[in-house]
């Protein structure tokens, strides 16, 4: 309703009260500004093609309300094309559901942790294809059937990273307390890492995981959105002994802030950090750790 009093989003997205240093959100949900549930729902035609020019406007104007959050994203990530019908999204839903399922059973059948509710923080593996110091049962039986390929070693050197980055993302958050959060984080971050051979998992993926999690129940489809999220930032993961996967943005942030505050620029160079290395996170998250997490996502969608 027009004139109505903004509401603060913290609500849906509840902090532990013992976490008093997160940072403050600003974002607010405006009537008449913000995507309504109302808005979100007229914007379809009968068969369900969707309006994304009328819907983008809002999003632009006000963000997006937090209970529809994750239905909008789908179409924002580009996991359904705006022009498709009610009918063709849950044909390409249920194939895509179905797709996960069969990569996690891989993953599962190679280390079984996968899918069990749990995850590890040490290593189980050595680089060489050897017992880790932390190996299990799981991998001294794989080890015990011959040499690993070197696609298993990679992925199984990767695990325990993972759990450990996943006990760190969104700790403020109430919703992380239940393991089942936890490992489900982890089951997609590990799925992930196995198809995709040249970026397996770099630290930072979490924190571009963790909001797929909160916002759509289903597990697949949360792998679907943070994939779809993954094909625009994968190359921000790439790095190599002599250049960072963010090097381009680098560079233009730095040509930007030559041009908007030329004194800022120089004063950074003085201080040796006119080569922007400081902002390689910032880019690498976009932002995840600099604002709260609700402020993030309100960043991100507009």
């Given amino acids: 309703m027009w004139g109505a009093p903004a509401e603060p989003a913290d609500s849906y997205y509840e902090v532990r009260p013992e976490c008093t240093d997160v940072p403050v959100t600003k974002f607010k949900i405006k009537p008449g500004k913000t995507l309504s549930v109302r808005k979100w729902q007229t914007s379809f035609a009968p068969d ?17 309300h937090p209970t529809i959050r994750g239905e909008v994203w789908e179409f924002l990530l580009g996991c ?16 895509r559901r179905e797709q996960y399922q069969k990569w996690k059973n ?13 995850f590890i923080t040490a290593p189980v593996i050595t680089e060489d294809g050897g017992d880790g110091p932390n190996s299990t049962e799981i991998v001294q039986e794989l080890i015990n059937r011959g040499p690993l390929d070197k ?17 760190r993302t969104d700790r403020s958050l109430v919703f992380y307390e239940k393991q089942e959060n936890l490992s489900k984080l982890w089951d997609i971050l590990a799925v992930y ?13 979490s924190d571009l995981c963790s909001p797929m999690i909160i916002l759509l129940d289903d597990e697949a489809d949360s ?76 960043l991100w969608e507009v």
Avoid at 50 to 62: E, F, Q
Avoid at 193 to 205: E, K, L, R, S
Wanted: charged share 25%; glycine share 10%.
């Fill in 80 to 95: 359904f094309d705006p022009k498709s019908t009610y009918e063709e999204r849950e044909q390409l839903r249920q194939q």
């Fill in 193 to 205: 890492a196995w198809i995709d051979t040249d970026v397996g998992y770099c630290q930072g993926m």
């Fill in 223 to 298: 792998f679907w959105c943070f994939e779809r999220l993954m094909r625009r930032l994968r190359g921000n993961f790439r790095c190599t002994e002599s250049s960072v996967g963010v090097e381009t943005q680098l560079s233009h942030l730095a040509a930007v802030t030559q041009v908007i505050d030329p004194k800022l620029h120089q004063h950074l160079e003085t201080l040796g950090g006119g080569d922007y290395l400081f902002a390689v996170r910032m880019l690498m998250v976009l932002f995840r750790r600099e604002f709260s997490f609700c402020d993030s996502l309100y």
């Fill in 151 to 167: 696609k298993i070693i990679d992925w199984l050197l990767l695990l325990h990273q993972i759990g450990l980055d996943v006990k």
């Fill in 48 to 64: 369900g093609q969707l309006d994304i020019g009328k819907t983008l406007n809002r999003i632009h104007r006000g963000g997006i």
């Fill in 106 to 118: 891989d993953c599962r059948e190679i280390f079984p942790v996968v899918g069990s509710g749990q």
